[in-house]
Nanobody, 121 residues
């Protein structure tokens, strides 16, 4: 069973930045993504990118602030988060899918354990 591992979470003041990384991508996946889950809420989509470099897709709530990228040489995907807001506070999960077209969490096959991001005002 493939294991994805996130790193880079932490606490930051509103307006600050954090960068998350995800390693352990299985060779059979087409798409990598980031999701987040706040206490008492469902897991929600944040961003996704195909491994061949197609244009990334973002949730409306993070457009213009977050950037997803992949490093093929390092087999890693990253999420650069700028201008963070308190409502971005959540556990962030890296996910990978063997499907070429993805949607919600159920379309992803592999998940990391999550990393906490806390934004305080």
């Amino acid at each position: 069973q493939a294991q994805l591992e996130e790193s880079g979470g932490g606490s930051v003041q509103a307006g600050g930045s954090l960068s998350l990384s995800c390693s352990g991508r299985p060779s059979s996946v087409y798409v990598m993504g980031w999701f987040r889950q706040a206490p008492g809420k469902e897991r929600e989509f944040v961003a996704t990118i195909s491994w061949n470099g197609d244009k990334p897709i973002y949730a409306e709530s993070v457009k213009g602030r977050f950037t997803i990228s992949r490093d093929a040489a390092k087999n890693m995907v990253s999420l650069q988060m700028n201008n963070l807001k308190p409502e971005d506070t959540a556990v962030y999960y890296c996910a990978a899918s063997r499907q070429m077209r993805v949607g919600g969490p159920r379309t992803y096959d592999y998940w990391g354990q999550g990393t906490q991001v806390t934004v305080f005002s």
